[in-house]
């Protein structure tokens, strides 16, 4: 199987079995060779040959196809669930960095497979807590019969939410 003969330099010429005729002034070359073409434009019609080349940069979407590649993992839905507050709690990341595209790219996919929900940033709210209400629990499970002052706090500055918590 040959290639495609589709090129836009190719419609300056009639082809003839092995001749190639240029239609300005019947000259003949010998075969269909696209470079031997070009040359041919380019020293006896340079204007047409600009041309066609600025036509055929336009036309010419360089399009690269990336191959996408299947990876398996295993995780359970807690797991990205505590991932994605341990983002928010521990790494000290914004409610909105849930809320974004790149995030939205890496974890659709996730999501998706696990078939739950996408968490954001307003879904993300109440699993904090349920984790803090835990945090609690387990804690006075460690200190029982003593005062322990636990307190959650949230804070928004410069448009960045944060989220803290303090044992005393």
């Known amino acids: ?3 495609k003969k589709n090129d836009i330099i190719r419609g300056a010429f009639e082809f003839d079995g092995t001749q190639s005729k240029c239609k300005n002034y019947n000259k003949s070359l010998a075969g269909s ?3 031997n073409l070009q040359r041919h434009l380019n020293k006896e019609h340079s204007a047409l040959f600009h041309k066609l080349m600025e036509e055929s940069e336009l036309g010419d979407d360089p399009v690269t196809y990336t191959k996408k590649r299947k990876i ?3 995780v359970s839905e807690e797991e990205v669930t505590d991932a994605c507050i341990d983002l928010i709690t521990v790494e000290g990341r914004p409610l909105t960095f849930l809320d974004s ?3 939205r790219t890496f974890s659709e996919p996730i999501f998706n497979g696990l078939k739950m929900t996408m968490i954001n940033s307003h879904s993300v709210l ?3 807590e349920q984790k803090y209400e835990s945090m609690i629990k ?3 499970g460690i200190f029982p ?3 322990l002052s636990l307190k959650i ?3 928004t500055r410069h448009d960045r939410q944060l989220f803290c918590v303090n044992t005393q």
């Open 72 to 74: 398996v993992i295993e």
């Open 1 to 3: 199987m040959g290639r």
């Open 126 to 128: 109440p699993l904090i």
């Open 138 to 140: 387990k804690i006075t």
């Open 101 to 103: 595209s790149a995030f």
């Open 153 to 155: 706090d949230v804070a």
């Open 145 to 147: 019969n003593r005062i």
């Open 33 to 35: 060779y696209l470079t």
